[in-house]
């Protein structure tokens, strides 16, 4: 997947579509290379000021951290809460409701 996505002329530190591409994988049952491109994104979050879907990142890590074998729920809801801190913070309400909505299903 990720060789389709740098033939696109894609670089590999655009936030939103490593974000979108970890989501696909996780629906195709690829849990961990989705978490593999979440870290990727977040790498690039936390060196530069591209941050304007930090929240939606977040939320995907929570999102996956369940689909995995062994689901770490402690780490799951500690991703969601990082996603509404940073939603909060942007005054990002759309992102607030996706998050928040994500962690009332696994409470």
């Given at each position: 997947?990720?060789?389709?996505?740098?033939?696109?002329?894609?670089?590999?530190?655009?936030?939103?579509?490593?974000?979108?591409?970890?989501?696909?994988?996780?629906?195709?049952?690829?849990?961990?290379?989705?978490?593999?491109?979440?870290?990727?994104?977040?790498?690039?979050?936390?060196?530069?000021?591209?941050?304007?879907?930090?929240?939606?990142?977040?939320?995907?890590?929570?999102?996956?951290?369940?689909?995995?074998?062994?689901?770490?729920?402690?780490?799951?809801?500690?991703?969601?809460?990082?996603?509404l801190d940073i939603a909060r913070r942007q005054e990002a309400k759309s992102?607030?409701?996706?998050?928040?909505?994500?962690?009332?299903?696994?409470?």
């Open positions: 997947m990720v060789v389709g996505f740098l033939a696109c002329g894609r670089t590999s530190h655009d936030v939103r579509f490593l974000a979108l591409l970890a989501e696909a994988c996780g629906k195709a049952g690829q849990t961990e290379e989705g978490l593999r491109l979440l870290a990727e994104a977040l790498a690039h979050v936390d060196t530069t000021w591209e941050r304007s879907c930090a929240a939606e990142v977040y939320r995907l890590k929570g999102e996956l951290l369940l689909r995995q074998a062994i689901p770490d729920e402690v780490q799951d809801e500690t991703s969601w809460h990082q996603a992102w607030e409701l996706w998050v928040a909505l994500s962690l009332s299903r696994l409470w």
